[in-house]
């Protein structure tokens, strides 16, 4: 493991140069899905369970080199629980190639230590992934004390690999996924990272973007679905013996989206005097919920002025049928 601390932000522009952050709103590009991998029932790890995230891409030859955050592009990593991750008192860094896998067999926990990486599962891989830390705010420090991360400072904070065929586990492969966490936590996993990937390995086709964590989940019928996802990687079902009814949403429309100053909100017609006394509530890509408007009827014009460009999930709050939901979105654009 190799980290460096960042006294200026122009020694961090190697690896990150800022660009406009937008969500991930095809399959035309690369976004980022959580993989729920162990569900823990017993011992220390009772009520957590541990997720792998995976960078997907479009070609065998992507490779990632990247991953990272600061004022232009935050990088969020955040859960529900606290602590936020579990930290096995062995992991002496946040890296994934720090971890030795001999010592999983007298301390199985370590197995499903939580930790950053770029393709690597332990120190047995070829990959050598290096920290770049603001030592304002080290955000390998605090996601190592089992705390969540926000990194907004200029100087930011990153973990990459130098793009040579050596890393070889940084490039997509069969699966076409490269692997940036493991994550254990009792909590909901929410936020975002900003990518760098060389496009079939090719430094002059170059993706840099800002994309939000989604579980891998576009099954309908699965309980953990999850519409703007690409693949099922990740759905969980309910048990055979005991199947819970969840009802794919009602998909309602936005327009003009992308909007800028205002949008017309259209509801199905059987919602006709069901919408008084509800909330359209819009969530950003990194699961925050950042606006919301009482609605009256089913069709409806609301202010988005106050809305940052990006993609938004607009859901609807208060329904009297707490089993109903009703789900669209609306791309902001300054």
């Keep these: 493991m190799k980290r460096l601390l960042l006294h200026s932000a122009s020694f961090l522009m190697f690896v990150l140069m800022a ?19 162990v569900e823990h029932t017993e011992g220390e790890l009772a009520g957590m369970t541990t997720y792998r995230l995976y960078l997907y891409t479009l070609g065998e030859n992507d490779f990632l080199v ?12 955040s859960s529900t629980s606290e602590p936020a991750w579990f930290q096995h008192s062995l992991a002496t860094t ?22 950053l990486t770029i393709g690597a599962e332990d120190n047995t891989a070829a990959a050598d992934v290096i920290e770049l830390a603001d030592p304002e705010y080290n955000a390998f420090d605090i996601f190592e004390s089992g705390q969540n991360v926000a990194v907004e400072s200029a100087v930011g904070n ?23 966490a493991q994550l254990t936590t009792a909590g909901d ?80 017609a059987a919602m006709k005097g069901k919408m008084t006394g509800t909330q359209l509530q819009a969530t950003a890509m990194d699961g925050r919920l950042v606006q919301s408007w009482d609605l009256h009827s089913t069709t409806q014009t609301i202010d988005v002025q106050d809305l940052a460009s990006g993609q938004y999930v607009l859901s609807v709050a208060g329904l009297e049928n707490a089993a109903l939901r009703l789900q669209g979105q609306l791309v902001i654009l300054r």
């Design 158 to 180: 990153a973990w990459f690999v130098i793009p040579t065929p050596v890393n070889e586990e940084a490039f997509s492969g069969e699966e076409m996924r490269v692997l940036v």
């Design 189 to 268: 996993i929410s936020g975002q990272i900003q990518v760098q990937v060389f496009l079939d390995y090719d430094n002059n086709n170059e993706f840099r973007q800002a994309l939000p964590i989604l579980t891998a989940c576009n099954d309908p019928e699965a309980l953990n679905y999850e519409p703007l996802s690409f693949n099922t990687d990740g759905c969980q079902y309910a048990p055979v013996d005991a199947v819970m009814e969840r009802p794919a949403p009602l998909a309602f429309e936005a327009f003009p989206s992308p909007a800028n100053v205002s949008a017309t909100v259209v509801f199905p």
């Design 94 to 115: 946040s890296l994934a190639t720090d971890v030795n896998p001999a010592f999983f067999e007298a301390f199985p926990e370590f197995a499903f230590d939580s930790w």
């Design 66 to 77: 990247s991953c990272s955050g600061d004022d232009a592009n935050p990088l969020y990593l």
């Design 19 to 37: 660009l406009v952050s937008e969500s991930a709103q095809a399959q035309d590009q690369p976004w980022l899905g959580l993989v729920p991998v």
